[in-house]
């Protein structure tokens, strides 16, 4: 089997072969795509995907743990992140350092991901002295969908344009070991993934980055909700339905369960 990745490794790799990043949230699906990914992240898309929340705002640490551990159990290659929900860092450094140790406490996980620029560089400074790697979130970011109106395409103005690449410099400088970037034009993916020493991981964030990351379910065609930048791999939700449509037939016509699925009575036992 393959040996686990590093973080120091990891952050090697930019500039090199593009790095493969997926979302996992259960033991199977880790499981399935550990061996293709280099970092697996417990995202806190789970709120949607999983529990059918509105948005990741009401995600809690304890959920975070409990996903974080089961992708942990199911995954032997890959880097598993574990994003920081709403809430759990934001206030101050100390705050963030706590639950953040908290959260790698319970799952064994490898490193943390939080969101945000300038105002939380401080924060991510504060946890990479103190021995837990931080994955760094600048453009889209969706715990801040209350402030922003919504999940369209950020930096189409100069001055959000310029905003964001400051964020991400930020974020780097204090630190960073990786930094996603989602949804944004392309000109400024480029414009960060030249000016950070970091590599770059992309959501809606063009090729230029020095990875991609994807929500599996997305990319699998399980979830029913896509932005524009998803690519549908498989279509996971048709072959879903289409199981359950052939499993309901053959129950009420008796077809299941065959020979096959039951137990026939062994010879000279007697019950
Ligand atoms: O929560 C999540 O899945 C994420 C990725 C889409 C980057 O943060
Ligand atoms: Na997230």
């Not at 837990?132 to 919504?150: D, E, R, S, W």
């Not at 690449?165 to 996603?180: T, Y």
């Amino acid at each position: 089997p393959l040996k686990r990745l590093t973080i120091p490794a990891i952050r090697r790799q930019k500039g090199q072969v593009p790095l493969v990043m997926l979302t996992a949230y259960t033991v199977r699906n880790a499981q399935l795509l550990d061996p293709h990914c280099d970092m697996l992240l417990v995202g806190d898309s789970l709120g949607q995907v999983i529990y059918g929340l509105p948005s990741t705002v009401p995600v809690t640490l304890e959920m975070m743990a409990a996903h974080g551990a089961a992708v942990v159990r199911g995954s032997y290659h890959a880097v598993v992140v574990i994003d920081m929900p709403f809430g759990s860092y934001e206030a101050s450094p100390e705050k963030a350092f706590e639950s953040a140790a908290w959260l790698l406490k319970q799952t064994s996980a490898a490193a943390v991901k939080l969101e945000g620029g300038t105002a939380m560089a401080p924060t991510v400074r504060f946890l990479v002295e103190r021995g837990i790697p931080v994955m760094g979130h600048v453009g889209l970011t969706p715990q801040a969908v209350n402030v922003l109106g919504g999940y369209g395409a950020r930096g189409r103005t100069p001055e959000e344009a310029a905003k964001i690449v400051a964020d991400a410099k930020a974020v780097a400088e204090a630190g960073a070991f990786a930094l996603v970037i989602e949804g944004v034009v392309e000109p400024i993916a480029i414009e960060i993934t030249r000016a950070v020493a970091c590599p770059t991981i992309g959501i809606g964030a063009s090729v230029e980055c020095d990875g991609q990351v994807l929500v599996a379910e997305d990319m699998l065609g399980l979830f029913d909700r896509t932005a524009k930048f998803v690519k549908r791999f498989e279509d996971l939700a048709a072959k879903i339905s289409g199981a359950a449509e052939t499993y309901a037939d053959e129950v009420r016509s008796r077809a299941f369960p065959g020979p096959d699925q039951s137990y026939a009575p062994r010879a000279g036992t007697v019950d």
